[in-house]
């Protein structure tokens, strides 16, 4: 039984420069959500999919922030021009959505970010 | 306005002893769902426990336990015996998205829980 995956698990980047973050789903799951989590805080909600629509985006996420799922499967967050407030753990989740279990997000091992 | 609030920042406790961590939320919602989630070092969140608003019955499951009161809007958890692997950071959530369909998740900012053998 595979989980949700990321890629990569850290990044170091400098300000300014773009970064790409990947996110591998449980293979039946419809729905994926991104989250992030800064340092002593809980995860924030970011967006969410149900196969490649994307359904909501919180004020969070900036015009410099940009998701995609192309063709219902993996999911990709990118992020331009960053700045050291960008800085955080982005963590992905997916869910069976129309099942008696749609409730209940499973998380990857998210992708720490550091902007220098 | 903070949903979930979780007051205790860091618990400390010896091998074998029960720990209880406090939930208390807050929805304007008749129907959601709240969860437990652990975060070892690693940093990857798993999934622990679900309850839904419907459901006051208080389970065990294992060495956990869960405390659902609507009446203080509280939620909180208790891990018995307690071994070092259940060093972590512990978050409560919320999902009011029921009726929306999103089940977007809003989260207390965790109670690190450290077990000393």
């Known amino acids: 039984d595979t989980g949700v995956s990321q890629d990569p698990r850290h990044k170091i980047t400098k300000r300014g420069q773009n970064v790409t973050f990947r996110c591998d789903p449980i293979s039946e799951h419809n729905r994926l959500y991104w989250y992030r989590q800064t340092l002593g805080q809980g995860p924030e909600f970011l967006t969410y999919?149900?196969?490649?629509?994307?359904?909501?985006k919180s004020r969070l996420l900036s015009d410099r922030f940009s998701a995609e799922r192309p063709k219902g499967s993996f999911s990709t967050l990118e992020i331009q021009r960053t700045e050291q407030g960008d800085s955080a753990m982005y963590l992905c989740?997916?869910?069976?959505?129309?099942?008696?279990?749609?409730?209940?997000?499973?998380f990857g091992p998210g992708t720490r970010l550091l902007v220098l | 306005a903070q949903k979930v609030t979780q007051a205790q920042t860091e618990i400390s406790v010896v091998e074998k002893e029960d720990v209880t961590l406090d939930c208390v939320y807050e929805?304007?919602?008749?129907?959601?769902?709240l969860f437990w989630y652990k975060q070892p070092p690693s940093g990857e969140l798993v999934f622990l426990i679900r309850?839904?608003?419907?459901?006051?019955q208080n389970e065990i499951s294992g060495r956990y336990s869960w405390n659902f009161q609507k009446s203080t809007s509280s939620f909180n958890f208790t891990i018995t015996a307690s071994q070092v692997v259940d060093s972590a950071v512990y978050f409560c959530a919320l999902s009011e998205g029921i009726l929306s369909n999103d089940y977007k998740l809003s989260f207390g900012a965790g109670t690190t829980v450290t077990v000393r053998a």
């Open positions: 309850r839904n608003s419907f459901d006051e």
């Open positions: 929805t304007r919602d008749t129907t959601y769902y």
């Open positions: 989740a997916s869910s069976p959505y129309g099942t008696s279990s749609q409730e209940t997000q499973y």
């Open positions: 999919f149900q196969n490649e629509a994307q359904l909501e």
